[in-house]
């Protein structure tokens, strides 16, 4: 999974389920983003995403 499909899912869901997301592209370090997902921040790398890395994604965000 690329990191914009990661965004775009994460987009979806707030969406869905009324939530507050935003996505910060000059916060990360390099090409790095920050992500805020309901008050919960991480960083989301470039590239090809792993599923590991997906789901540590979404558990540090409070989804999984």
Known sequence: MKREQLLRELR??????GRHFEVFEDKGKGSHYRVNYDGRFTTVK???LTPGYVRLIKKQLGIE
């Open 12 to 17: 979806k869901l707030a969406k869905d389920q």
């Open 46 to 48: 470039s590239g090809e």
